[in-house]
């Protein structure tokens, strides 16, 4: 049988080099020439409104194309090579057979031409860098042959959609199809932009019917039956060109449509559909599979603006009639083409952005988990930026303060914001960013410590986790006190060049109280300790320095920690254990270097009215020294800190005697060589918090951990001491096998 091709352009009589201006066509040209399995047949060239196109048409004699494929691939193949003269498109290759078959990967073209091969998954930017004629030509050997065993489509590739893209876009909000199929409500497009011929609406919903104008749509949603991928669809542009589209796939489209669209009408009081002003948007839900016997792996949502109205739609359906201007239902359907010439408009259906599209981007797990976040300032309304745009968490925000002009260095406010309140300008911003739909933000603009607030408490109690992004070393160690699942503090030192992170396990047995004073224990004993709070003010009030953020930092340093503390929060909240975790930036390099301390055992001892916490560390540092000294006593100095209001003594070092102690198997006397400058320096490297507390000895073995009298003369001289601050006195024994905490307060 003679074959029919395609004459794509037209034909240059001139068959020489000289004929084309392109220099991509002249170097084309001459592959081909060399090349035996490709033959030139003519040149021609083609003006495309302002481009301008040189073409070469050759036979192509490919030897690996099966013979008698199933697809229909032939062993010759008359194509078109195609060179625009506009060097942003990319070279193009068509089928010139009339029948060349339907594949995968063909690009989009007008019906009735020939058909284009989708030779490059990249864009011609990127391709053009090592583009070459003759790696073109290899490129159509193995795009033909590919297709003719059907390989062009790789298993692990997604499936084919069913269309390729259209030039209308329509964003669609997360509950649409609630308020289309349970609301029935209806929508006009609000247009948003336009560019390139790309126009990009909005649906925006009318409630009161009053307010409807008459270029709003009624939808109607049509699920097809499943339909293999395969070649990419051109858009119809009648109704008739869709049901014909469908109709090859099985699927009763006609019939769906119109029975659709006779309920919209039978039922237009219930819907408040003006069926007589309104025209119609169609979605069409397409299950797509990779095989007739295969699952679904895609459902492809398609959207068409049909340009009738309901009534008019009803009428060419034959299901209805016109009788003085209303409309009136026929006891007996009659049949009618006209349906077919009604003209519609393809749109492609965008998903608006949701916390469910969020997780997906951001490939976050889909956890639904409540979280409270006390403090939004700089470093919390960072960290709900990300885990908002990231779809984690649905979370309570707590805090009372208001935006003020300099906040806005480093917060997330706009100076639109100024003078309202952190939580609602945290709001507004995640408004902004799910177009209203913030039901995974709730707000609290209060003080966490408005005991009169039942609010506050209910939802800390009720949360999966509780992040303290205050800055505030109180807020801290009250949480650590109320039965939540678990919290964790994060915060910057003064300078920002550090970041810090305190998570406590899943049962709370490690708590921010303990978490915290190993943290000072770690700025005591490593080497990064020395300069880690650089920067605080030293004449702040009690526990205000090592945290706060009135210094000047720059707004780059603490971005760059907070995505650091939004990953890790994130990633360790499905963990059990606690965790401390430093991130120290270079500032001259801007490299990023990390400590990870796996806290300790915390051990809790109460005597009388007070709480001694401290860590399996220091415990086990204290064995070890009475151990070594035996059989002489030995003992030291307390390092910690006391926090009067939770009546809580925190030990966070316990020293070794110094070198002019006086021990033996009687007893022992501390000296005093050095002790003052280990305070100092443990004062000055934690702004403050770290001082002296106390002491501990240990006693020999076979003797009880039971005070001798030396122990209470020491025990009443040092809380007289002590008593200038109001603190209590505090020793620790250290026994064979036990440890015994003696108190005395002398304000008592």
Request: charged letters at 25%; aromatic letters at 8%.
């Amino acid at each position: 049988m003679l074959e029919e091709y395609f004459e794509y352009g037209e034909h240059i009589q001139d068959a020489t080099i000289e004929a084309f201006k392109i220099k991509k066509a002249q170097e084309m040209l001459k592959a081909c020439e060399a090349n035996i399995a490709f033959s030139i047949v003519e040149l021609r060239k083609k003006n495309e409104g302002e481009n301008y196109v040189e073409i070469i048409v050759v036979d192509c004699f490919n030897d690996k194309v099966p013979t008698q494929n199933k697809i229909g691939i032939q062993y010759k193949e008359r194509l078109a090579l195609i060179f625009p003269s506009d060097d942003l498109r990319l070279p193009e290759v068509r089928g010139l057979r009339k029948n060349f078959p339907d594949t995968p990967h063909q690009n989009l073209v007008e019906n009735g031409e020939p058909k284009s091969f989708c030779l490059y998954g990249e864009s011609w930017s990127r391709v053009v860098r090592e583009w070459t004629p003759q790696k073109h030509l290899k490129k159509i050997l193995w795009w033909l042959e590919q297709a003719s065993l059907e390989n062009l489509h790789h298993p692990d590739q997604p499936v084919e959609r069913f269309y390729h893209d259209s030039l209308w876009k329509i964003i669609l909000s997360v509950d649409f199809f609630r308020k289309v199929m349970q609301e029935k409500l209806n929508f006009i497009l609000f247009h948003i932009r336009s560019k390139k011929n790309i126009n990009i609406f909005r649906a925006i919903f009318y409630k009161d019917k009053s307010e409807i104008p008459n270029n709003s749509l009624a939808c109607i949603v049509l699920d097809v039956a499943p339909v293999v991928h395969g070649k990419i669809e051109n858009y119809p542009f009648s109704l008739g060109q869709l049901h014909d589209q469908f109709q090859i796939k099985n699927t009763e489209f006609q019939t769906k449509l119109r029975l659709s669209v006779k309920d919209v009408i039978t039922n237009r009081d219930e819907r408040k559909t003006d069926i007589y002003h309104q025209n119609v948007f169609l979605i069409l839900h397409i299950p797509i599979k990779r095989s007739l016997k295969g699952d679904i792996e895609l459902f492809d949502r398609r959207g068409f603006i049909i340009h009738s109205t309901l009534v008019d739609l009803g009428v060419s359906f034959g299901d209805f009639e016109m009788q003085n201007n209303k409309i009136a239902t026929l006891l007996k359907s009659t049949v009618s083409e006209k349906w077919r010439d009604i003209k519609i408009s393809p749109v492609d259906i965008i998903e608006d952005f949701s916390p469910e599209l969020a997780k997906e981007i951001s490939s976050v797990e889909n956890d639904k988990f409540s979280g409270v976040l006390i403090g939004v300032g700089a470093i919390g309304s960072g960290l709900i930026n990300i885990w908002g745009r990231n779809g984690w968490g649905k979370w309570t925000l707590i805090d009372d303060d208001y935006i003020q002009p300099h906040n806005i260095s480093r917060h997330l406010a706009f100076n639109s914001h100024v003078g309202l309140c952190k939580v609602d300008a945290i709001k507004n911003i995640m408004q902004c960013i799910f177009n209203e739909k913030t039901d995974d933000l709730k707000t609290i603009n209060d003080n966490f410590y408005n005991d009169k607030n039942i609010e506050i408490l209910n939802a800390i109690i009720s949360s999966k986790l509780v992040v303290d992004a205050s800055a505030a070393l109180e807020v801290s160690r009250d949480l650590s006190l109320i039965e939540n699942e678990r919290a964790v503090s994060v915060f910057l030192t003064p300078s920002g060049q550090a970041a810090i992170m305190l998570f406590e396990d899943r049962f709370k047995k490690i708590n921010l109280i303990s978490l915290e004073a190993q943290y000072y224990r770690a700025i005591l004993t490593r080497s990064w300790g020395e300069n880690h709070l650089t920067g605080y003010v030293s004449n702040m009030r009690f526990g205000g320095g090592c945290r706060d953020l009135s210094s000047k930092i720059s707004n780059e340093f603490v971005q760059l920690h907070i995505a650091n503390l939004a990953r890790h929060v994130r990633l360790h909240q499905n963990k059990e254990h606690a965790k401390i975790q430093i991130w120290h930036i270079d500032s001259e390099t801007g490299s990023v270097s990390t400590d990870v301390i796996q806290p300790e055992i915390s051990l809790h001892t109460q005597v009388g009215e007070w709480k001694i916490v401290w860590d399996s560390e220091i415990q086990n540092k204290l064995k070890t020294l009475r151990s070594q000294m035996l059989p002489n006593e030995t003992g030291g100095i307390l390092l910690g800190y006391i926090d009067q209001k939770i009546k809580c003594i925190i030990i966070v070092d316990a020293l070794p005697a110094p070198i002019d102690s006086i021990s033996d198997k009687e007893g022992f006397i501390r000296g005093i060589q050095h002790v003052k400058a280990a305070v100092s320096s443990a004062q000055e490297k934690t702004a403050g918090i770290v001082s002296y507390i106390g002491e501990w000895h240990s006693h020999p073995t076979g003797t009880s951990t039971n005070p001798s009298d030396l122990d209470n003369k020491l025990i009443d001289a040092l809380s007289k001491q002590l008593y200038e601050d109001g603190a209590p006195g505090v020793i620790l024994i250290i026994g064979e096998n036990n440890e015994n905490w003696i108190i005395k307060d002398a304000n008592k």
